[in-house]
């Protein structure tokens, strides 16, 4: 797992999920519990949309809620082709 980003506030990257025309699909491969609600907690097989990376992290959401997002590591995904 990527070192956790200092001063990171995921709010502040919420507008790209409602701009980006790119997005990605991935499923989870491992579970992440985070503490920090920066980050999003997901459970190994969830599908999540992801349309930025910052150092090792990927902003994903739920595609059926745009409302829940965060950042998770990069490694724990795999693109869905």
Request: aromatic share 14%.
């Amino acid at each position: 797992m990527p070192a956790p980003i200092q001063g990171l506030d995921c709010s502040k990257y919420e507008n790209l999920i409602y701009k980006s025309k790119k997005r990605t699909m991935y499923i989870a491969m491992k579970d992440f519990r985070p503490k920090d609600r920066n980050y999003f907690p997901m459970r190994q097989g969830d599908i999540l949309c992801s349309v930025y990376e910052l150092k090792g992290w990927r902003l994903v959401y739920v595609e059926e809620n745009p409302k829940k997002f965060g950042f998770v590591p990069d490694n724990y995904l795999n693109v869905i082709h």
